[in-house]
């Protein structure tokens, strides 16, 4: 079964500009998490979506938001780009949500905002 | 907010050694899982725990559950350079997995 992709896997934006990173899920997963990873702060929940629905949500300013398709897949986008929002971006899939259930880690995409 | 605090935050040793790396919370966590990250990629999960007190094995690596489901521990034996990474704990609640900042660990040939 193949495993969590992201695209792309490197990014290199401007300050002021917007971004939109891609998620494909394992196959049968219906739930897709999305952190943000930088050396200072670790790992951080933005927010979980299943069935299409956005489900949980971390404390993060509105420029950052995200959707899920119908097939699972999901996208995140960032808005107004800041040189704090350089970092690593992980997907993360479940059968039926975070939380209790284990998830599964894609590559990651590294954004670097100058 | 629920926090996770890891410790220590950096561990070199030699190969050979054994070490235990420790995460603690004030909150309780209805599970908790274990992940290891290499550079360039995405954590890889290795335990999930759930229940006060739980003990599971994996090859060298013993991870715990305490008993009031607030903290974990990992121990590793006969540590070898294939462990060298990054290791998270996550914390399961209502709201999704809070994870700790991670524990680098380097062993050393």
């Known amino acids: 079964k193949a495993g969590v992709t992201q695209t792309p896997r490197y990014l290199i934006k401007t300050r002021g500009q917007q971004v939109t990173l891609s998620c494909s899920p394992i196959?049968?997963?219906?739930?897709v998490s999305w952190y943000q990873q930088t050396p200072g702060q670790g790992l951080q929940f933005l927010f979980e979506y299943f069935s299409e629905t956005q489900r949980n949500k971390g404390n993060f300013p509105g420029r950052f938001s995200g959707r899920q398709f119908s097939n699972s897949r999901s996208e995140m986008n960032v808005s107004t780009l800041e040189l704090g929002d350089s970092a690593l971006y992980l997907c993360?899939?479940?059968?039926?949500?975070?939380?209790?259930?284990?998830?599964?880690f894609g590559p990651g995409t590294r954004l670097t905002v100058t | 907010t629920q926090l996770l605090e890891q410790s220590p935050q950096f561990l070199s040793i030699q190969e050979g050694e054994n070490l235990t790396v420790y995460c603690n919370s004030s909150?309780?966590?209805?599970?908790l899982q274990w992940y290891r990250q290499e550079p360039g990629e995405g954590p890889v999960l290795l335990v999930t725990v759930v229940t006060g007190g739980e003990v599971k094995k994996l090859k060298r690596l013993t991870f715990q559950f305490g008993d009031a489901r607030k903290d974990s521990s990992l121990h590793i034996t006969a540590a070898q350079p294939g462990d060298t990474g990054l290791y998270l704990c996550?914390?399961?609640?209502?709201?999704?997995?809070?994870f700790g900042k991670g524990t680098h660990l380097i062993i050393q040939p």
């Open positions: 909150s309780v966590f209805s599970s």
């Open positions: 196959s049968g997963h219906r739930s």
């Open positions: 993360a899939s479940s059968l039926t949500g975070a939380g209790v259930y284990e998830q599964y």
């Open positions: 996550a914390g399961g609640g209502a709201d999704g997995l809070t």
